[in-house]
């Protein structure tokens, strides 16, 4: 935005947001980053709790990632990927699958989250066609679940926000109710949890077998829909049902991937491998778009023939595979390997949960405090005793993140939930005073 206020100062469409906004409360003009800290034109710092869309995992300007770039950037910065091939891009490919579940065999490069599910979804109902089964190409989602903005995407969302708007643009898939522990239908606790709500997906697999081509979820955490978490069970019964009835298991973890829930990957807290696995934003450390689609021997073989034109994945994007994010990609890769990054994130994951928790235990508006692995969410309610959530023409979360911008801290809310998800360099001195500015906001917006 160029300088001044006022819809005719607007140049640039901002996503996901009200531009109106922007006539009050102008971008913040953000011009360098360093570790954990992002500095406005001014000078002024600012935490940033949330990764920047998730995607910062080791600080912002990482030396070991900025290196290998530049190495990169002198000896190849782009190729076209059919046909050739290049040393970022196998050296990923074999790091990706060292660290991926056992069955996991074969890597599909794309260059964003919502065109990895895309590629997944394709490739799903294109290997049950090549293997004589045309029927097969409709997929289970779970409400509240979100997988990114293209088209095919959006028709497997079930977060009403993004998805309802353009539901006329989309082939219409099959919702099934997801878990929800905060108001669990059948009476239980995170603690109690025995994950009868799978039920409801039982029996839609069953309903819908024969045309079911694979089921989506995010696994443990559904990110952008609320922050909603449920326990590895019901992972592991979706992969015993997905199996059962010959149907694919779709793994997105673009949100929840490397290391965000504890472990490198979530499902292998079910033990849970699935067919297809897609995965993005962490990949690069923050610092240039890819996404891949991984994914099994036997869904790459539907698709290997002699002709082109018969049974080849035909899906591509012009930077599919580019050199200076696989580059990236690997030194983010190499940094989990040499520094034992998920062995040293237990105590600074404890450290974050407990710092939350002891400041927001207390206060009245509080309806959950939720935690998995690195993320930890506070759900905020007008009335927790009722189950009442804030009008939401109130704007709180809004209000919130902008007392909180103030005080030195970029923790753009999920509507009413405030949520942490930090670079994993952060210390517990910085946790601190994170923690301080969160409670503080919370508390001058709600009193």
């Known amino acids: ?227 909603r978490m449920y326990p590895p069970a019901y992972l592991a019964k979706l992969r015993r049902a997905t199996t059962e009835a010959g149907i694919h298991f779709i793994a997105d973890e673009i949100a929840v991937g490397f290391g965000r829930t504890g472990s490198m990957f979530a499902c292998e807290q079910a033990g849970a491998t699935p067919d297809f696995m897609c995965l993005s934003k962490g990949i690069t450390g923050g610092t240039l778009p890819l996404s891949c689609v991984l994914t099994t021997d036997a869904v790459f073989d539907a698709f290997y023939h002699d002709y082109v034109e018969d049974k080849a994945f035909l899906h591509s994007h012009s930077y599919t595979g580019n050199p200076l994010a696989c580059a990236a990609a690997c030194a983010t890769l190499r940094i989990f390997e040499e520094d034992d990054v998920i062995a040293a994130n237990v105590a600074r994951i404890a450290y974050l949960q407990e710092a939350v928790r002891g400041r927001f235990a207390g206060c009245k508006h509080v309806a959950e405090i939720r935690n998995t692995g690195w993320i930890t969410a506070v759900e905020l309610y007008a009335d927790p005793g009722r189950g009442e959530p804030f009008d939401w023409r109130s704007r709180t979360g809004f209000r919130i993140y902008r007392a909180a911008l103030r005080r030195g801290a970029w923790l753009r809310n999920l509507g009413d939930i405030v949520y942490f998800m930090p670079p994993y360099v952060i210390t517990n001195e910085e946790i601190d005073r994170l923690a301080d500015i969160a409670i503080d906001s919370v508390r001058e917006v709600l009193g």
């Open 1 to 227: 935005m160029a300088d001044g206020s006022g819809r005719e100062s607007m140049r640039i469409w901002h996503p996901c947001t009200q531009m109106k906004d922007h006539e009050a409360y102008p971008p913040v003009f953000m011009d360098r980053g360093q570790g954990i800290y992002l500095y406005d034109r001014e000078g002024n710092a600012y935490i940033d709790a949330i990764s920047s869309w998730w995607v910062n995992l080791f600080g912002h300007a990482n030396p070991r990632i900025v290196e290998r770039v530049t190495e990169q950037l002198s000896r190849l910065e782009h190729v076209i990927f059919a046909g050739a091939t290049h040393a970022p891009a196998e050296e990923l490919a074999e790091r990706l699958l060292a660290v991926a579940m056992p069955g996991l065999s074969r890597v599909f490069f794309a260059d964003n989250g919502s065109c990895a599910v895309e590629a997944a979804l394709k490739m799903s109902h294109a290997s049950f066609r090549n293997l004589g089964h045309p029927e097969k190409c409709r997929f289970l989602f779970l409400s509240n679940g979100y997988h990114g903005e293209t088209a095919g995407a959006l028709g497997v969302c079930g977060d009403r926000l993004y998805a309802a708007p353009f539901k006329p643009l989309f082939i219409e898939q099959i919702e099934v109710p997801g878990p929800d522990c905060l108001a669990c239908p059948h009476g239980r606790t995170r603690e109690t949890c025995d994950t009868e709500c799978f039920a409801a997906m039982e029996a839609a697999i069953d309903a819908h077998k024969a045309e079911l081509a694979g089921v989506i979820v995010e696994p443990l955490v559904q990110c952008a829909g609320g922050m």
